[in-house]
C-alpha cells in the first residue's frame, strides 16, 4: 500500500481539491455544453447533429483510456513534489493548450483530433484529483469531502455558461483560451494548497494459488455471486444513456426551434441558470431523505420515472420555455439519482476493500452510456427527428428502474464500517 507522509489540513486540501476541479469542469464541460455545438455550426450548420455525435463519440474513448492511464502513471510516480500533483498541473497545461486548438481547428477533422487529446489530458486533472480523497482524507470525512467536491461540478457548469454569455461578443477562439487559462491557474492553485510528499509504489502482492476466474473476479465481481452489483451497474449505466439527453439541448434549440448561433449562448444560459440548482437541490434532498428511512431503491424508482417524463416532454415541446421546464423535471429526476445511486452502490459493493476499483467501474459505466447516446442520436433523429430520439432515451430512463428491482432492500446501515473511496 502507499502511504503519503504528508498530509493537507482538510480545509485546505477540499479547498484545493474544489478549484482544481472548478477549472477542470469549466474547460471540458461548458465546450460539451455549448462551445463545441456553436464551433461546429460555424463549419458546417447542414450536419450539427451528426458532427457533434462525432466528436464527442471520439471524445468519450479518450476520455475513458484517460482516466485509467492517469491512475496507473499517476500511482507509479515518485516525485519530490508527489504523484498527484504533478499531472495535475501537466493535465492541466497540455489540455488547455489543446482545447484552445480545438476553438482554433479549421476543418471538422482537426476539430476531433483536438478535442480527443485534450479529453485525454484533462482527464489526468480529475483523475489526480479524485486520488487525493482516499489519499489524504480520513475515512470518517470521506463523504463530507465528496458531498463538497461534488457540488463544484454543476455550479461550474452554471457559472461557466454564464461567462460565456457575458462573454458573448468575444470570438470563439478567445472563449477556448480564456477557458484554458482559467484551468490552468485552478490547478496552481490547487497544487499550491496541497501538500504532498514522495511516495514510493509498492506492488500488491498476488497470491499464486488464485484461480483464473478468481482472478477475473477481482477485475470484475463475478455476476453469478454478486448479482446486485452487476444490476446497479446496469441501473447507472441505462441512465447515463437516458441523461445524454442533457447534451443535446443546445443542438436541440438550435434544429429544432432554429435558433441562431448568437442567441443560442443567452438562452443555454437561462436553461442552466434553472435546471442546474434544482439539479444540486434535488441531490441533497434526496441523500438526505433516503438515509432518515433507511432505503434507496423507491428513490431510484421515482427519479427514472421523473426523468423519463422529463425527456419524453421534449419529444412533443411546443416551445423554448416548455422545453425549459423539461429540462427542469429532468434534473430534478437525475439529482435524486444521484444523490440515492451513490448510497445504493454504497452497501452492494461486493469487496469493501476493492472499494475505489469496484465504483471506478460504476463510473465506466457512466461513461460508456455516453458515447452511445452520441451513437445513437444521428440515426434516430434522421429516422424519426427529436420525437423519436427523446422517446428512445425516454425509455432508457424507465429501463435504468427496472434494472434496479431485482436488489434486495436492505438498509444502509446494516454495514457501518463501509466506505467508498472516490
Known amino acids: 500500500m502507499n502511504s503519503n507522509s504528508i498530509k493537507t489540513p482538510f480545509g485546505r486540501l477540499v479547498a484545493g481539491i474544489c478549484i482544481g476541479s472548478f477549472g477542470q469542469v469549466l474547460a471540458l464541460i461548458v465546450p460539451t455544453a455549448l462551445l463545441l455545438t456553436i464551433k461546429l455550426a460555424m463549419l458546417d450548420p447542414a450536419n450539427v447533429t451528426r458532427n457533434f455525435s462525432m466528436v464527442a463519440l471520439l471524445g468519450a474513448p479518450a476520455a475513458i483510456i484517460g482516466q485509467y492511464l492517469a491512475g496507473y502513471i499517476s500511482d507509479r510516480t515518485s516525485w519530490n513534489i508527489g504523484r498527484r500533483r504533478p499531472w495535475i498541473l501537466i493535465g492541466a497545461i497540455t489540455g488547455s493548450i489543446l482545447l484552445y486548438g480545438v476553438g482554433a481547428s479549421k476543418t471538422f477533422g482537426m476539430i476531433c483530433l483536438f478535442w480527443a487529446l485534450a479529453s485525454f489530458m484533462l482527464n489526468f486533472v480529475s483523475c489526480a484529483l479524485n486520488a487525493l480523497i482516499p489519499d489524504q482524507v480520513p475515512e470518517n470525512k470521506r463523504g463530507t469531502a465528496s458531498g463538497l467536491i ?10 461557466g455558461i454564464n461567462i460565456m454569455l457575458i462573454l458573448n461578443s468575444w470570438n470563439i477562439e478567445q472563449k477556448f483560451l480564456l477557458l484554458g487559462i482559467i484551468c490552468v491557474v485552478c490547478a496552481i492553485i490547487s497544487c499550491v494548497l496541497i501538500k504532498e510528499s514522495k511516495v514510493q509504489y509498492k506492488k500488491a502482492e498476488t497470491s499464486d494459488s488464485l484461480t483464473f476466474g478468481d482472478r477475473m473476479s477481482r477485475i470484475y465481481p463475478s455476476p453469478r455471486k454478486h448479482p446486485s452489483f452487476t444490476f446497479g451497474v446496469l441501473t447507472r449505466f441505462f441512465m447515463a444513456i437516458a441523461y445524454g439527453s442533457a447534451s443535446y439541448t443546445s443542438v436541440y434549440f438550435m434544429e429544432h426551434f432554429h435558433v441562431a448561433p448568437e442567441d443560442l449562448t443567452g438562452i443555454v444560459s437561462l436553461s442552466m441558470n434553472i435546471t442546474i440548482p434544482l439539479l444540486a437541490v434535488s441531490s441533497i434532498l434526496g441523500g438526505i431523505l433516503s438515509d432518515k428511512i433507511g432505503r434507496q431503491k423507491p428513490f431510484v424508482f421515482l427519479s427514472a420515472l421523473v426523468t423519463a417524463i422529463g425527456i419524453l416532454g421534449y419529444s412533443f415541446s411546443p416551445s423554448i420555455s416548455f422545453s425549459i421546464i423539461c429540462g427542469a423535471i429532468v434534473s430534478l429526476g437525475f439529482g435524486m439519482f444521484l444523490a440515492v445511486d451513490i448510497a445504493l452502490m454504497a452497501r452492494i459493493l461486493p469487496h469493501p476493500e476493492d472499494a475505489a476499483k469496484d465504483m471506478g467501474l460504476v463510473n465506466v459505466a457512466n461513461s460508456i452510456g455516453s458515447p452511445i447516446t452520441n451513437a445513437i442520436a444521428s440515426p434516430l433523429v434522421s ?8 422517446g428512445v432515451l425516454s425509455v432508457f430512463a424507465v429501463l435504468a428502474g427496472v434494472a434496479v428491482k431485482p436488489i434486495p432492500e436492505v438498509e444502509r446501515n446494516s ?8
Open 150 to 159: 461534488g457540488v463544484v461540478s454543476p455550479l461550474g457548469i452554471m457559472i
Open 383 to 390: 429516422a424519426g427527428g427529436y420525437p423519436l430520439f427523446f
Open 415 to 422: 454495514d457501518p464500517n463501509l466506505t467508498i473511496a472516490q
